[in-house]
């Protein structure tokens, strides 16, 4: 079975390895990581266009050019579940004010979190696909 696909947009590059190496190495997932909203955008569409769009997309609220929320609305119009992570109290504040149904991890998130964000993420894409 192919493994199902992940867009991740993390800034902090340590940071971003880390989320990478826990998700294709516990979770399975192929990823692609990117470090700013236009660039995970961009990705998106190069993505898209290969026929491999990813199956859901795990976001800093607050990277660079384009923020996560944004980003977020973006994908969601595309049918792509969208996971916010987020290390700032106040980001995850305006993030539950602006989008209200969208799960968000607090960073520091443990293994176990950041997989059952995706996890429950991809389910509920399944879930759709199935009853389409």
Do not use: C, F
């Not at 190495?25 to 236009?38: K, L, M, P, R």
């Amino acid at each position: 079975m192919t493994p199902y696909r992940v867009l991740l947009v993390e800034d902090d590059h340590p940071l971003q390895d880390i989320i990478r190496d826990v998700l294709e190495q516990v979770g399975g997932y192929e990823v692609t990581a990117t470090s700013d909203g236009n660039e995970a955008w961009d990705a998106y569409l190069k993505m898209k266009e290969g026929g491999r769009p990813p199956h859901v997309v795990y976001s800093d609220i607050t990277p660079p050019y384009m923020d996560g929320i944004e980003l977020a609305a973006r994908m969601r119009e595309e049918g792509i579940p969208v996971v916010l992570m987020t290390g700032d109290g106040d980001a995850a504040m305006y993030a539950a004010r602006v989008r209200a149904d969208l799960p968000l991890v607090q960073k520091p998130a443990n293994i176990g979190d950041i997989i059952r964000a995706v996890d429950t993420a991809r389910e509920t894409l399944d879930t759709l696909a199935q009853d389409s």
